[in-house]
């Protein structure tokens, strides 16, 4: 099942990685490999790329910081491929991205002279962008029957679905919560109408799909390579200030 039907489909800046994440996928279709198998190996993935920076091979650590989003898609396809879409695959996948996020951003500091709080403010920044584009994403979603396994407001424990403990998903769902709670509530208190109201056209989704994680890896991975590694925590810091601009526009809409 396709995150959105054809019709309500948009650039997505971030998802540069599907072409490569449905061939991994549809390889694994018939194996015994499962999508958390995939999001362990994003995990890994990713932590080969921390390795990498911290050794200043940012070549490699920009491939681990590519294959680590093409991975991030493989999983959800090979959910929908194999028809086994889970709450717990979903709360895994979120809570290695907000863990991998915070390792990224120290590794950063560790090796540039940007200030911690600076450090700090870009973590939160990444984070409030995006909630921001997968709030505005998930009402595209619901709204046009698309996947509908992330819900628009995350405020209880979903019931598991076939195949997967309810155990899980419950210490899952706790976790996530502790993790993006505050994210979701500032994002929602900015702009807590947006399920009832319009969205996005689709060229304003494709501007806010540079916040999507694969575009801010993508962009890490670039300054990294280019040399601008000082860059790196100043750059979503300031696109951060775009939350209010899009937001902005969504309710002027």
Same mark, same amino acid.
């Given at each position: 099942?396709?995150?959105?039907?054809?019709?309500?489909?948009?650039?997505?800046?971030?998802?540069?990685?599907?072409?490569?994440?449905?061939?991994?996928?549809?390889?694994?279709? *018939?194996?015994?490999?499962?999508?958390?198998?995939?999001?362990?190996?994003?995990?890994?993935?990713?932590?080969?790329?921390?390795?990498?920076?911290?050794?200043?091979?940012?070549?490699?650590?920009?491939?681990?910081?590519?294959?680590?989003?093409?991975?991030?898609?493989?999983? /959800?396809?090979?959910?929908?491929?194999?028809?086994?879409?889970?709450?717990?695959?979903?709360?895994?996948?979120?809570?290695?991205?907000?863990?991998?996020?915070?390792?990224?951003?120290?590794?950063?500091?560790?090796?540039?002279?940007?200030?911690?709080?600076?450090?700090?403010?870009?973590?939160?920044?990444?984070?409030?962008?995006?909630?921001?584009?997968?709030?505005?994403?998930?009402?595209?979603?619901?709204?046009?029957? /698309?996947?509908?396994?992330?819900?628009?407001?995350?405020?209880?424990?979903?019931?598991?679905?076939?195949?997967?403990?309810?155990? *899980?998903?419950?210490? =899952?769902?706790?976790?996530?919560?502790?993790?993006?709670?505050?994210?979701? *509530?500032?994002?929602?208190?900015?702009?807590?109408?947006?399920?009832?109201?319009?969205?996005?056209?689709?060229?304003?989704?494709?501007?806010?799909?540079?916040?999507?994680?694969?575009?801010?890896? =993508?962009?890490?991975?670039?300054? =990294?390579?280019?040399?601008?590694?000082?860059?790196?925590?100043?750059?979503?810091?300031?696109?951060?200030?775009?939350?209010?601009?899009?937001?902005?526009?969504?309710?002027?809409?």
């Amino acid at each position: 099942m396709s995150k959105l039907p054809k019709e309500f489909k948009f650039v997505d800046l971030s998802d540069y990685g599907r072409p490569v994440a449905r061939i991994i996928s549809q390889s694994l279709k *018939n194996t015994w490999f499962t999508p958390i198998h995939l999001t362990v190996g994003f995990i890994i993935s990713g932590l080969l790329a921390v390795f990498f920076i911290l050794k200043g091979a940012y070549i490699l650590a920009a491939f681990f910081l590519i294959f680590k989003s093409i991975l991030d898609a493989a999983d /959800g396809e090979l959910a929908r491929i194999k028809n086994t879409p889970s709450y717990t695959g979903r709360y895994l996948d979120s809570i290695a991205d907000i863990i991998l996020n915070a390792i990224f951003l120290l590794t950063i500091w560790h090796i540039t002279d940007v200030n911690i709080w600076w450090t700090v403010v870009a973590f939160f920044g990444i984070q409030l962008q995006g909630t921001l584009y997968n709030y505005y994403y998930v009402i595209l979603r619901n709204r046009y029957n /698309g996947d509908t396994t992330s819900r628009i407001f995350e405020n209880k424990t979903p019931k598991a679905l076939p195949g997967e403990s309810q155990k *899980n998903v419950t210490i =899952l769902f706790k976790l996530y919560k502790t993790l993006y709670g505050n994210f979701d *509530n500032i994002i929602y208190w900015l702009d807590h109408k947006a399920s009832n109201g319009k969205t996005l056209p689709n060229f304003l989704m494709t501007a806010l799909s540079i916040f999507g994680l694969g575009f801010q890896l =993508l962009m890490i991975a670039i300054l =990294l390579v280019a040399g601008f590694k000082e860059y790196i925590i100043p750059y979503f810091v300031i696109t951060t200030v775009l939350i209010f601009g899009f937001i902005s526009i969504r309710k002027a809409l």
